[in-house]
């Protein structure tokens, strides 16, 4: 059973950097054909994908966030993370990470973390 868990601060000022780890269990970042995303809900708004890394450490990212997201892994510990630049109130939204297997889908999430942005 693959488990992911989101972590990171829930309180971000406005032009900061939003940072959020996932940390992955029960399964290998690097086992093909893998991808691992970044998706958010904005409160009472749609799920947003926002970028994937993947088995192999290939980036990819929503051509609306492309400017000012990242997303990286440490293999070591088996993580990947999000950062996201000079965020802004409308970037306060549950974040959730989720393996996708290409052409089937995402099969597993995260729990969800709820990042604010406020000063």
């Known amino acids: 059973q693959v488990q992911l868990q989101e972590s990171g601060p829930g309180l971000v000022k406005p032009s900061q950097t939003l940072s959020l780890t996932c940390t992955v269990s029960g399964g290998s970042i690097t086992t093909s054909y893998y991808a691992w995303s970044w998706i958010r809900q904005p409160p009472g708004k749609g799920l947003e994908w926002m970028g994937v890394?993947?088995?192999?450490?290939?980036?990819y990212y929503s051509p609306s966030l492309k400017s000012r997201t990242s997303i990286s892994r440490d293999t070591s510990k088996n993580q990947f993370s999000l950062q996201l630049s000079s965020v802004t109130p409308e970037a306060t939204a549950v974040y959730y990470c989720a393996r996708d297997l290409p052409l089937h889908g995402i099969d597993y999430w995260g729990k969800g973390t709820l990042v604010t942005v406020s000063s």
């Open positions: 890394i993947t088995y192999d450490g290939r980036s």
